[in-house]
């Protein structure tokens, strides 16, 4: 059994690693969602009316990671993406998920139903708490299934990009401001050079100047001894109240990601920023140092 799968004992739905559980308070429905290979998976579902507690024990000292999975049911719903909100309560403290999903085409509810694919969060449990609840704070006609597993964020390391200029990407905020940094300046069509091993991802921003309006298109191409190993096109817009402290002439998109597997080694890539108008963006190369297995979609 896959660790973080959910563990069916005396027909309750058991979350449990290293000695810590979540046992769900009352009898909140349970249904079966066929995964990718008719794999059933066990969640429950959460409404506005049906919120789902738990009971807290055997957590550690220093506190327990807990993943949420989530799908939406698509019933009745227009458009290619949807959007949904879940509370979560510890103790009278209450952490907000927004979470924007779009229709699966390889997962289907117990009666066929149509289902976003999943979106998850973290939360970290608390050593002296006793329950953990969450609540739908979405439309009034939303439901959710809802899956947990004790894993850990993953953990991924920055990639230094040598001879590149640094950029830091200052956001402003409802109160406060928050500075992003690690970033690498990159142009158009001139490739940049790393080395990397086993899972990558690339963070990138197209840079806007006065010119641009509107969503902009652009691509991310990554290619080793001329082979090509992962390529994508994106569509963007400014991030809102979002500058880089180093330069005033531009302004960064919304952030896109582009997520690859290597083989075994370490590999020298080229990262190519195309197929846009834009002089240049910025990226943050990342590898992936410790991380859980995701549900296939």
Not at 46 to 75: C, K, M
Not at 164 to 177: A, D, H, S
Not at 273 to 278: E, K, R, S, V
Request: with cysteine.
């Amino acid at each position: 059994m896959r660790k973080g799968f959910i563990l069916p004992v005396i027909g309750l739905l058991v979350v449990m690693i290293n000695g810590a559980q979540l046992l769900p308070v009352g009898q909140p429905t349970k249904v079966h969602l066929n995964v990718i290979k008719r794999v059933p998976l066990d969640y429950y579902l959460l409404t506005r009316e049906q919120p789902l507690t738990f009971n807290i024990s055997a957590v550690s000292d220093t506190g327990t990671w807990l993943r949420v999975y989530t799908r939406l049911w698509w019933q009745n719903r227009q458009g290619d993406k949807a959007a949904y909100s879940i509370l979560c309560i510890q103790d009278g403290q209450r952490q907000r998920f927004r979470l924007v999903t779009e229709r699966s085409h390889k997962t289907l509810g117990p009666a066929g139903q149509y289902l976003g694919k999943w979106r998850s969060f973290f939360v970290k449990l608390k050593s002296d708490s006793a329950t953990f609840k969450l609540m739908l704070d979405s439309g009034q006609l939303d439901t959710v299934a809802v899956r947990l597993a004790f894993e850990a964020p993953a953990v991924w390391k920055t990639v230094e990009v040598p001879h590149r200029k640094r950029l830091t990407i200052v956001v402003r905020q409802e109160t406060t401001t928050v500075r992003r940094r690690g970033y690498y300046q990159i142009a158009r069509d001139e490739p940049i050079e790393v080395d990397v091993s086993g899972s990558v991802r690339v963070r990138v921003r197209l840079n806007f100047d006065p010119t641009m309006r509107g969503e902009q298109v652009f691509g991310i191409a990554v290619e080793e001894n001329g082979a090509p190993i992962a390529e994508r096109s994106f569509r963007v817009k400014k991030a809102l109240g979002a500058r880089y402290e180093e330069v005033s002439d531009v302004v960064p998109s919304v952030e896109r990601v582009l997520r690859f597997d290597l083989n075994p080694g370490v590999h020298r890539l080229k990262i190519i920023l195309q197929g846009t108008t834009a002089k240049g963006g910025a990226l943050i190369v990342e590898r992936l140092v410790k991380g859980a297995d995701d549900e296939s979609e």
